[in-house]
């Protein structure tokens, strides 16, 4: 018995490991968007499928990873974009930001037939803006 339960600690540990870390959104010093751009946050809030953790392009150029309970913003130009990710198939979504404009973009991970799917959707800022503020900030972040 004490095995299994020191299994199950180990497990929980590694999960917990696995999700993002740093400083929440909230308690971090963002700076304002600059005049001539837009912000794009990615975010992801659920840690099923923990250990999937795909990169996600912008335009083709890595700008982070779809971390559990993490969130990055990139700054960018007035224009059209494309965000992908990939696991076992490429997911897109395509949009426009204006300038002072922010997008809030949530990855998150359904069932696959050998990995689970990586899927980007665009957010309602109010919702997206209620969800980002406890989850830590990582890499990716201009």
């Not at 018995?1 to 999700?19: D, W």
């Not at 968007?33 to 996600?56: C, E, H, K, L, N």
């Not at 997911?91 to 002072?100: E, G, M, N, P, R």
């Not at 037939?113 to 980007?120: M, T």
């Amino acid at each position: 018995m004490k095995i299994l339960q020191a299994c199950v600690l180990l497990s929980l540990g590694g999960l917990l490991a696995a999700c993002a870390g740093g400083p929440k959104l909230s308690e971090s010093n963002v700076p304002s968007i600059p005049q001539d751009q837009g912000r794009i946050y990615f975010y992801r809030t659920q840690v099923i499928g923990v250990a999937v953790q795909p990169s996600i392009r912008l335009n083709g150029n890595k700008v982070g990873d779809c971390q559990p309970n993490g969130v990055f913003f990139k700054d960018v130009a007035p224009g059209d974009y494309e965000a992908t990710v990939t696991t076992e198939v490429e997911h897109k979504l395509t949009f426009t930001i204006a300038k002072s404009e922010e997008k809030y973009v949530r990855c998150y991970i359904t069932f696959g037939l050998f990995v689970g799917h990586a899927v980007l959707e665009l957010v309602d800022p109010e919702e997206a803006r209620g969800k980002i503020a406890g989850l830590s900030l990582t890499a990716g972040a201009p």
